[in-house]
């Protein structure tokens, strides 16, 4: 059975960083895409960020370009959002997904998703 299960999110001040965690299970880690969504209140699930699960290869949603990295630990199987210069915008409950499919010009969607986790709730005060 496939698990993610996603921690580290909180309440944080504007312009605090957050780092948040994704423990992956039940399917080859160093084998898979894995990304982080996003979904507010009213909102459209949207995509954050991915890895490829070759060459290091990352993707991120032009809103986060710059603040945000995902990283992967093969030794951990966990998936990893280092979440830096944090606005009220980025208030929402991350999910952490696996992939089972890419898409080239980073545009992913929840149609790319083949599994979820439930999400961790990040809040950003201004």
């Known amino acids: 059975q496939v698990d993610l299960v996603e921690s580290g999110g909180g309440l944080v001040q504007a312009e605090d960083s957050l780092s948040l965690s994704c423990s992956v299970s039940?399917?080859?880690?160093?084998?898979?895409?894995l990304a982080w969504f996003r979904q507010a209140p009213g909102k459209e699930r949207e995509f954050v960020a991915a890895?490829?699960?070759?060459?290091?290869?990352?993707w991120y949603h032009n809103s986060v370009k710059g603040r945000f990295t995902i990283s992967r630990d093969n030794a951990k199987n966990t998936l990893y959002l280092q979440m830096n210069s944090l606005k009220p915008e980025d208030t929402a409950r991350y999910y952490c997904?696996?992939?089972?499919?890419?898409?080239?010009?980073?545009?992913?969607?929840?149609?790319?998703?083949?599994?979820w986790g439930q999400g961790t709730q990040v809040t950003v005060s201004s």
């Open positions: 039940g399917v080859p880690f160093k084998s898979v895409g």
């Open positions: 890895s490829a699960h070759f060459g290091g290869v990352t």
């Open positions: 997904a696996k992939l089972s499919t890419y898409d080239e010009n980073g545009n992913f969607s929840p149609k790319n998703v083949r599994f």
